[in-house]
T-cell receptor, first 116, second 113 residues
Framework: EPEVTQTPSHQVTQMGQEVILRCVPISNHLYFYWYRQILGQKVEFLVS????????KSEIFDDQFSVERPDGSNFTLKIRSTKLEDSAMYFC??????????????FGSGTQLSVL | DQQVKQNSPSLSVQEGRISILNCDYT??????FLWYKKYPAEGPTFLISISSIKDKNEDGRFTVFLNKSAKHLSLHIVPSQPGDSAVYFCAARGGGSQGNLIFGKGTKLSVKP
């Protein structure tokens, strides 16, 4: 079964550094998402992306965050200047369509970001 | 602002018995509800869903019930198996959104042999 792939599985960085989290969504999917889960808390929506632009973003997704689909396969999340509170598991997800039978998101296995 | 609430952080059930996981929501505009299962070090995986126009959806051992008037849904697993031990997240799709999901905090299910 096709799957969403995320790299790296773990990323350790110093506070203030830039990080890029990478995702390869399922190939025929059109909608892309980033979520995150801080340890012990719920999975939180960050941003959705469709047709090469952000379609929706949460309050968490401030100017320090950006997303990009640099080619036909990768979908990246960049944090320009990481803060301690950015430490979390970041999940990429994708969906083929928005029709009534395609509501479920497929998630990657996540990137654990640790900001020191 | 918790629009999707899972009030039980954990649940322990004996193998073979029924597991019932509960979820409450506050936004009447939600039009689609999903349950995801998550194992440690893995991403959430889709389990079962229900549209707001239905009150029940069944898939093998898993059944989801929706009570719109009470803004409540539940996931029933019967019979429960040790492999079902995981964190279960309830999620809702906001009406009119681009399909982003709002998740509850999850319930950790432990099925004991």
């Amino acid at each position: 079964e096709p799957e969403v792939t995320q790299t790296p599985s773990h990323q350790v960085t110093q506070m203030g550094q830039e990080v890029i989290l990478r995702c390869v969504p399922i190939s025929n999917h059109l909608y892309f998402y980033w979520y995150r889960q801080i340890l012990g808390q719920k999975v939180e929506f960050l941003v959705s992306f469709y047709n090469n632009e952000i379609s929706e973003k949460s309050e968490i997704f401030d100017d320090q965050f950006s997303v990009e689909r640099p080619d036909g396969s990768n979908f990246t999340l960049k944090i320009r200047s990481t803060k301690l509170e950015d430490s979390a598991m970041y999940f990429c997800a994708s969906r083929r369509d928005r029709g009534p039978l395609e509501e479920k998101l497929f998630f990657g296995s996540g990137t654990q970001l640790s900001v020191l | 602002d918790q629009q999707v609430k899972q009030n039980s952080p954990s649940l322990s059930v004996q193998e073979g018995r029924i597991s019932i996981l509960n979820c409450d929501y506050t936004n009447s505009m939600f039009d689609y509800f999903l349950w995801y299962k998550k194992y440690p070090a893995e991403g959430p995986t889709f389990l079962i869903s229900i549209s707001s126009i239905k009150d029940k959806n069944e898939d093998g051992r898993f059944t989801v019930f929706l009570n719109k008037s009470a803004k409540h849904l539940s996931l029933h697993i019967v019979p429960s198996q040790p492999g079902d031990s995981a964190v279960y997240f309830c999620a809702a799709r906001g009406g009119g959104s681009q399909g982003n999901l709002i998740f509850g905090k999850g319930t950790k299910l432990s099925v004991k042999p």
